[in-house]
């Protein structure tokens, strides 16, 4: 199929007041039409980051220091600002963390969608936008969506409050969803509904998704795909069943262990030991060394390649090395 | 130890006045008990009342109705409270969901946690304010290195850690917890739950846990509590809730926890809840210790499984 987007080798710094942060480290992926793909990791991790250096919604103190993005094969890594507006909205949208802090609290609901639509649509009527922003609030799943145009953000719960935000990411068509913790600020009930939400849309539209979280088991529901990210980099990438069932770098081992659902009758929770590296000057060799349980000696010392398992499945750790010690796997392997 | 009655909590209605005619029930004849050194869990939808619930046992609220006994004190009673007000204070603590928002960013660590010992008189057992501080801090997780920071200079955890921290300076008996964990990270969330079982174990806290992470309060707590729209809808003991949920609202919160799984999950099908038949219903015991609040027609059928 297709790739619609495609990352190579990207890497991101900011210029921060201690030096230069590498937030993101020679990371590639590609992402297919309809696809779904999770990228999860602990805060700090570069997730954000990934996502807003595609968008080039980057702080001016950022710049793309490696590697290309290309949009259905075209070359966008060097667009200009004017050229990028473009494509956001079209080519690619967001829908951001806090949809209270996403929403303008003077200006009802109604409006800021169809701002949205006009935007990216100059020469509709005032019918044709009403119109459309009816439909868009139909298909996030807002119910009455005549009388709710009129009504401002503080009106609605806060599910209902992210439908919106979703509402104006879709004004346009795009190609790619980036959701970055579209169900942080959400509870549990609300959260399987949104989520089901984004699945149902993309299925509808066909719209590729990016999904950010730091939550295994909320992505488990939507991906097609994951990548667990840790200190800038893609450390582990493959198929969701790959990815849960047959998980490879120790980091993802961590990551599921810590859930609660692994600790059933057990007396504590796993939790990952010390602390994720600071991106200023990031350790030789992989950073995720000094917490990993399993660490061989070359950890410390080179950083190690993005291994094949299967075709869709790598991961960057030395354990897939043929020189290294078999390591059985703490946790996956729970097929059904 | 185990059976004795720390809190109880008889009735509890507190309503807000939003405007002259209009009033919001926040929470709505709620009663419960929290044993002595067990982890009581508050569950349900963000708006249904928990930190209500909370507030009013802290004495933040005053409730509109309904009494609160903690040992043999009323709190709900401003005369009975203002006598045994260093009693409660010094008990009592409480841990606030967003620990950004809770610490005093002008305030450096140490200071924040010897701020409660400062306020009631307390003199530190190890000698100053400041070896006490560190003593705690130890106790927390955390290393003396952290004293001199400010909150802003601190991860997500490691705040909320330095929020545990304040509350256990006075060594308290009772924490009530309101979402400690839900704005940190899943591993960061593991440190922090171990930690509340740490104290719980060892140090025979007695703790108000409140989440909307079903999966957490499986894990942690001793009895749970469901609360909907301001009822408390069903409670019993957190094995015996989560392998036998009898009213709706509950099994619409079990069906939405996330599985690490993603073809089981896949399956797994939502359920919906919308409230109905919640008046005229009836707080009923269907076994020993599993309160469910069931509809009058249907109280005594007993268990459907």
């Known amino acids: 199929m297709e790739q619609l987007l495609e990352v190579k080798n990207l890497s991101v710094s900011i210029d921060g007041l201690a030096g230069e942060v590498q937030v993101v480290r020679d990371v590639s992926f590609s992402l297919k039409k ?26 001016p103190s950022a710049r793309i220091t490696n590697g290309s993005i290309s949009v259905c094969g075209q070359d966008i890594t060097g667009y200009r600002e004017k050229e990028m507006q473009n494509l956001r909205g079209k080519t690619f949208s967001m829908i951001f963390q806090d949809p209270m802090t996403a929403l303008n609290p003077t200006i009802k609901i109604g409006k800021q969608i169809a ?6 649509n100059k020469k509709s009527s005032k019918e044709e936008v009403y119109q459309k922003v009816l439909e868009l609030m139909e298909l996030v799943g807002i119910t009455h969506p005549k009388e709710r145009y009129h009504q401002y953000p503080w009106q609605f719960s806060g599910g209902m409050r992210q439908r919106c935000v979703m509402a104006i990411a879709l004004a346009a068509d795009p190609d790619i969803l980036f959701a970055d913790e579209p169900t942080t600020a959400l509870d549990v009930t609300i959260q399987a509904q949104i989520l089901d939400l984004l699945r149902e849309i993309q299925m509808k539209l066909g719209t590729a998704t990016i999904l950010v979280s730091h939550d295994l088991g909320v992505v488990a529901r939507v991906a097609d795909r994951v990548a667990v990210m840790y200190a800038g980099k893609i450390v582990e990438i493959g198929t969701a069943e ?20 692994f600790a059933r009758g057990k007396e504590s929770l796993y939790t990952i030991p010390g602390m994720p590296p600071t991106l200023i000057n990031p350790p030789k060799g992989d950073a995720y060394a000094c917490r990993n349980e399993y660490a061989l000696n070359i950890d410390y010392e080179e950083m190690p390649p993005m291994f094949q398992i299967t075709d869709t499945h790598y991961a960057a750790t030395w354990l897939l090395d043929p020189r290294a010690p078999k390591i059985e796997s703490p946790i996956g392997g729970r097929k059904h | 130890m185990k059976n004795e009655v720390l809190i ?6 507190h309503l807000f006045q939003l405007t002259k005619k209009m009033k919001v029930r926040a929470v709505d004849d709620v009663s419960f008990q929290i044993r002595k050194g067990e982890i009581f869990g508050l569950v349900g939808e963000s708006g249904s009342g928990k930190s209500t619930v909370a507030r009013c046992l802290m004495n933040i609220y005053q409730p509109t109705k309904g009494e609160i006994w903690y040992h043999d004190v009323n709190v709900c009673d401003k005369k009975e409270a203002r006598k045994n007000k260093k009693m409660l204070q010094t008990r009592r603590q409480m841990i606030f969901q967003d620990s950004a928002s809770s ?5 450096k660590v140490a200071d924040i946690i010897a701020e409660p010992m400062k306020i009631q008189h307390v003199t530190p057992k190890r000698g100053s304010f400041r070896k006490e501080a560190a003593f705690q801090m130890e106790y927390v997780g955390l290393d003396e290195s952290f004293l001199d920071r400010y909150p802003s200079e601190l991860s997500g955890g490691q705040r909320q850690r330095v929020a545990i921290a304040r509350s256990l300076s006075m060594e308290p008996e009772f924490l009530a917890a309101d979402e400690p964990i839900a704005s940190l990270d899943v591993s960061i969330q593991a440190q922090i739950v171990n930690l509340f079982r740490h104290l719980q174990q060892e140090h025979g806290f007695t703790f108000l846990f409140i989440a909307h992470d079903l999966a957490m ?23 015996e809730l989560f392998a036998n949920p009898v009213h709706p609202y509950t099994q619409t919160l079990l069906s939405a926890i996330p599985v690490p799984d993603p073809i089981r999950e896949r399956k797994r099908v939502l359920r919906t809840y919308d409230g109905e038949e919640l008046e005229n219903s009836e707080w009923t015991e269907i076994t020993p210790g599993h309160f469910v609040l069931l509809p009058h027609s249907e109280s005594g059928k007993g268990v459907q499984s």
């Open chain 1, 242 to 261: 790959e990815v849960y069932y047959d998980p490879r770098h120790p980091y993802t081992w961590g990551l599921m262990k810590s859930l609660p659902a």
């Open chain 2, 8 to 13: 109880d909590v008889k009735h509890l209605t």
């Open chain 2, 103 to 107: 610490l005093n960013q002008k305030m």
């Open chain 1, 115 to 120: 701002e949205a639509v006009i935007i990216h």
């Open chain 2, 217 to 239: 309060v499986e894990y942690l707590c001793d009895r749970v509590g469901v609360m909907y729209h301001g009822k408390l809808v069903e409670m019993a003991d957190a094995e």
């Open chain 1, 34 to 59: 309809g696809e779904v793909l999770a990228i999860v990791g602990e805060s700090g991790c570069g997730k954000s980051m990934l996502c807003k250096s595609v968008m080039k919604l980057l702080p």
